[in-house]
């Protein structure tokens, strides 16, 4: 019988570079928590970089960008972020995310709030960025309610858009899926579709931070509330029906979703 073959022993440089492989890839290592800070800042502020300067930049030059342009891009724009760094943070970029993930036992609850403030600065540093350079108001970038509809018709459209994100979010990052970087497709897509036939009514924010930046820079948090209470309502009920349909959370690819993982299609059957 032919002999065992033994691994090679790692040079002091490998193992050096494994070290710090290792480290970074350790979600529970406090060391490596301003990473993912960073980088839940950096794509919140592309997103709402896109998502508010649409309508700054359609004030700025009527006619310039339609609405089936201005509500597709932020889509394709998280889409990116997913592919890019989603294997950092996890790529929540929305508070509604990062508290369905926690009350899905996903995420640990201890570092939502850390990923909250950073988001609505990142969503606030991109709607200072695009007053400062279209010089227009960042009050064109927000959502607003539909004028002639009510206050709460914007709620439940909110409430609902957020229920079906949320869902394809939990779902998508689940093993009873594993469909892993196919994920992005998933979720930019949605955010592609609900913008199309959603956003005369809400502006379909689905998200409290990309609707914090531009009021804040405007200050103008006209029915603020609703861009609020819509989405993490819809958050919550997204996660009761994750519950519904695949039972608690807290698995494997659930949480390395959560966390950064998006390659959770290498978990094992059974084990997520």
Known sequence: MPA???LPTLGPIARYEQGIVDRITDFNDPRQEWRRL??????????????????MMSQAFPGAIGRSAAV???????????LFMGKVSGAHLNPAVSVAFALRRDFQWRRVPGYIVVQLIGASLAALVLHEVITVSAKYGSN???AGHSVMAAFWMEL???TGLVSVILGTASG???VGLFGAIGVGGYIALAGLWGSPISGTSMNPARTFGPDL??????DYWVYIAGPLAGAVIAVAIAFVLRGPGGGKSGSGAAQGDIFTETYEAGKS
Do not use: C, H, K
Request: charged content about 5%.
């Open 144 to 146: 607003y309610p539909a």
């Open 160 to 162: 609902l858009l957020t």
């Open 72 to 82: 597709v891009a932020p889509g394709l724009m998280v889409m990116g972020i997913i």
């Open 217 to 222: 820079v405007s200050r103008t948090f006209t």
């Open 4 to 6: 065992t073959q033994e």
């Open 176 to 178: 009873a899926q594993n």
């Open 38 to 55: 960073f980088s839940e800042l950096l794509g919140t502020f592309l997103l709402v970089m896109v998502a508010a300067g649409g309508g």
